[in-house]
T-cell receptor, first 113, second 118 residues
Framework: DVKVTQSSRYLVKRTGEKVFLECVQDMDHENMFWYRQDPGLGLRLIYFSYDVKMKEKGDIPEGYSVSREKKERFSLILESASTNQTSMYLC????????????FGDGTRLSIL | AQKITQTQPGMFVQEKEAVTLDCTYDTSDPSYGLFWYKQPSSGEMIFLIYQGSYDQQNATEGRYSLNFQKARKSANLVISASQLGDSAMYFCAMREGGIKAAGNKLTFGGGTRVLVKP
């Protein structure tokens, strides 16, 4: 089974802090994704990566950056956390191929105080 | 315009009955794919079923089937013989571009919450 592991289930940070969310997958997937999930809005794509050191902006990249130095690891960075970034963050990975589903981690519930 | 629309924010269904979850989509790309995911209260996203735009038959996976009406741009999920464990949020998602499109990125709808009553 595919395993996508997010480093924290719950995280509380303060406004202005630099926040790192880590995601690791164990299935050698080319593609990795970061979403945020807010009630009524579904999942919105922040960034994705289709190869090591490659990154593409999603629909809501403002205030975020990412890093993919190794194939199995995709990090989401909040450069200066703000209260409107309080949300559930979900990481996913997939093989290349349009019929390949994305496999998700358990999510990180991030609160910015 | 919304690319994926799920018009039912929530619904109740009696155990052992079938339920249909609506999903309409908007794309001008002739090649696309539609996915359904389940999210129980524990939070993990579980892949249920996939339908490609060129697939001739409606997709089925166990108790899940997809009522794909291409001309209407709808891809409704049908869950047969509902079980208490089917209580969850359900998300419809679309991938645009051919099957070799880089990144496989998805656009999600807002979700439908299903509660199965015993």
């Amino acid at each position: 089974d595919v395993k996508v592991t997010q480093s924290s289930r719950y995280l509380v940070k303060r406004t202005g802090e630099k926040v790192f969310l880590e995601c690791v997958q164990d299935m050698d997937h080319e593609n990795m994704f970061w979403y945020r999930q807010d009630p009524g809005l579904g999942l919105r794509l922040i960034y994705f990566s289709y190869d090591v050191k490659m990154k593409e902006k999603g629909d809501i990249p403002e205030g975020y950056s990412v890093s993919r130095e190794k194939k199995e690891r995709f990090s989401l960075i909040l450069e200066s956390a703000s209260t409107n970034q309080t949300s559930m963050y979900l990481c996913a990975s997939s093989m290349t191929g349009g019929n390949q589903p994305q496999h998700f981690g358990d999510g990180t519930r991030l609160s910015i105080l | 315009a919304q690319k994926i629309t799920q018009t039912q924010p929530g619904m109740f269904v009696q155990e052992k009955e079938a339920v249909t979850l609506d999903c309409t989509y908007d794309t001008s790309d002739p090649s696309y794919g539609l996915f359904w995911y389940k999210q129980p209260s524990s939070g993990e996203m579980i892949f249920l079923i996939y339908q490609g735009s060129y697939d001739q038959q409606n997709a089925t996976e166990g108790r899940y089937s997809l009522n794909f009406q291409k001309a209407r741009k709808s891809a409704n999920l049908v869950i047969s013989a509902s079980q208490l464990g089917d209580s969850a949020m359900y998300f419809c998602a679309m991938r645009e571009g051919g099957i070799k499109a880089a990144g496989n990125k998805l656009t999600f709808g807002g979700g439908t919450r299903v509660l199965v009553k015993p």
